[in-house]
């Protein structure tokens, strides 16, 4: 079975420009959630799709954006980026986020290395 | 390999050595609690889970022990091997909202 896969895996951008990421989850899977990674804050929660819809969102600005494909396939995005954007974004998928009581498993992608210049 | 996180606390050992990596929590309302592993160029890595009703799991070499009483986690890694250095992050779940929150996470180091 194929892992979560994210692309692009490295990506450089200048500040004020927007970009896009991708992920693919493991087949089947239909919640994806999204992660911001660095230094100074750890890892922390963006948001979490489920069929096409947005279940959860952690707090980040507006500028951070997802969006969910019929395929479950996520796409993030992140508007007039700023130098405190650059970080390790993760993509992670699960059966379904929510289990009553419980938690499934999260599998995670590599993650895209996104450097803001 | 990508750094993921700097500054963090460090854990060396030798390999055979039993490893024991702590976490505190925040939320006494927490009601699930998870360990990753995370490798160097890569995501974290399910270990082991627990639910806040129960003080001890078991895994394959891995034991995840609670303590609600101090909002305290650890794991422990028996006969650590050097395939086990890697950063380990703790992460609460709050049933309410199912958004994982992740502790600073701790570099372990296994010497040959």
């Known amino acids: 079975k194929a892992g979560v896969t994210q692309t692009p895996r490295y990506l450089i951008k200048t500040r004020g420009q927007q970009v896009t990421l991708s992920c693919s989850p493991i087949s089947g899977h239909r919640s994806v959630s999204w992660y911001q990674q660095t230094p100074g804050q750890g890892l922390q929660f963006l948001f979490e799709?489920?069929?096409?819809?947005?279940?959860n969102k952690g707090n980040f600005p507006g500028r951070f954006s997802g969006r969910q494909f019929s395929n479950s396939r996520s796409e993030m995005n992140v508007s007039t980026l700023e130098l405190g954007d650059s970080a390790l974004y993760l993509c992670?998928?699960?059966?379904?986020?929510?289990?009553?009581?419980?938690?499934?498993?999260?599998?995670f992608g590599p993650g895209t290395r996104l450097t803001v210049l | 390999g990508e750094s993921v996180g700097l500054h963090l606390p460090t854990l060396s050992v030798q390999e055979g050595d039993n490893s024991i990596i702590n976490c505190a929590y925040s939320n006494s309302a927490s009601d699930y609690f998870i360990w990753y592993k995370q490798e160097s160029g890569k995501g974290p890595q399910f270990i082991i889970d627990?639910?806040?009703?129960?003080d001890k799991r078991q895994g394959q070499r891995v034991t995840v022990l609670l303590n609600k009483t101090v909002k305290h986690l650890s794991l422990q890694i028996a006969a650590t091997q050097p395939g086990d250095s890697a950063v380990y992050f703790c992460a609460e779940v709050s049933g309410g909202s199912y958004i994982p929150t992740f502790g600073r996470g701790t570099s372990l180091i296994v010497h040959p």
């Open positions: 992670a998928s699960s059966l379904d986020f929510r289990v009553a009581g419980g938690h499934n498993e999260q599998f």
């Open positions: 627990i639910r806040s009703n129960m």
């Open positions: 799709y489920f069929s096409e819809t947005q279940r």
